[in-house]
């Protein structure tokens, strides 16, 4: 869901058990034929760019080579000894970003998702450090991550741009409803954007998280069809279930773990103090204020514009566009 790493990112490749480091500029990954270049995770790496022979003695002293002109070294889902080994480049200790911090890292940033492609996983580890503080707008952060076969064995420099601080983070890292089931709503909203009803445009409001209150502050508008059922949002036959239902009024309410609770729901909490911009309608108020009233996120998709929007808080934290996913 996330845009591409700017244009200036470079990347250095390091295979386990090797001196050989392999560093190719953006620039670089453009020349060559196609036979000799390899792809892998949407990663492009020139093999007639120039290399740079090192000779290490541990892999320590090859990062402080590769980072001695960057502001930060973040280490995504170091091993113990990966971590001991980077941890005596700098006096400044590396920023971790992994599912937990089993390395007991000074400065972590938790990474609730599994990201298959590594621009994506890159960008939000970013985008948390950011919000923590661990880096700001100007900076030049080096990444170290696995895009092969090792747990980190590729180095990833990229500027950290204002555009990084989407709200992305905050909203899967800090929500109280599952971060995969997050995915999953923006998941089925997005193509919902893309494909519409049957070819015509539609407007769908997700209430995910909070499912008990969210049902004690808004009442039905019709039969609910999930009432006695333990469907959960994800499984491709309930998605499109939830297409389905998208044409009729209401809100769907679907629980922290993803079980969708109801359809139908005519979300009750006035709009005092939700601020949305110019031009968005009920749907879209009614999803900020039942985010100010609990501890929800809506994610909305406008029939008008066809953009997927979320809120928490009362507050727009997120706009996205179908047609660019």
Do not use: W
């Not at 990663?43 to 960057?70: I, Q, W």
């Not at 113990?80 to 480049?89: L, P, Q």
């Not at 994800?234 to 998605?239: L, T």
């Not at 009024?249 to 609770?261: C, E």
């Amino acid at each position: 869901m996330s845009p591409a790493l700017p244009a200036e990112v470079s990347v250095s490749s390091r295979r386990t058990g090797s001196d050989m480091t392999s560093e190719c500029s953006s620039d670089s990954m453009r020349r060559g034929p196609p036979s000799a270049r390899r792809l892998h995770d949407g990663a492009e790496t020139d093999m007639n760019a120039p290399r740079n022979v090192h000779s290490m003695t541990t892999s320590a002293d090859l990062l402080a080579d590769l980072v001695a002109d960057v502001d930060e070294v973040f280490l995504f889902s170091p091993t113990g000894s990966t971590y001991n080994d980077y941890r005596e480049v700098d006096d400044e200790p590396a920023v971790v970003v992994a599912p937990e911090n089993a390395v007991d890292a000074e400065r972590y940033v938790e990474l609730p998702l599994e990201f298959d492609n590594v621009r994506d996983r890159i960008r939000f580890g970013v985008e948390g450090a950011m919000v923590q503080g661990f880096c700001a707008e100007g900076d030049v952060v080096a990444c170290a991550v696995g895009v092969f076969d090792d747990p980190i064995d590729s180095l990833v420099r990229t500027p950290v741009t204002e555009s990084m601080h989407s709200g992305i983070y905050d909203l899967f890292a800090n929500s109280r409803a599952d971060p995969n089931v997050v995915r999953d709503v923006f998941d089925v909203a997005i193509e919902l954007g893309k494909k519409g009803q049957k070819g015509k445009p539609v407007g769908a409001l997700f209430v995910v998280g909070d499912a008990g209150k969210v049902m004690n502050k808004s009442r039905p508008l019709s039969y609910n069809p999930f009432e006695k059922s333990h469907v959960h949002v994800g499984d491709p036959i309930v998605n499109v279930m939830l297409k389905e239902f998208s044409r009729l009024d209401g809100a769907f309410v679907i629980s922290d773990s993803g079980k969708i609770v109801s359809a139908y729901r005519y979300l009750e909490p006035g709009a005092e103090g939700v601020d949305i911009p110019k031009g968005l309608g009920a749907r879209h108020m009614a999803g900020g204020a039942i985010t100010r009233d609990t501890n929800a996120i809506a994610i909305v998709l406008s029939e008008s514009d066809g953009l997927v929007r979320a809120f928490k808080g009362g507050q727009l934290v997120l706009e996205l566009d179908p047609e660019e996913h």
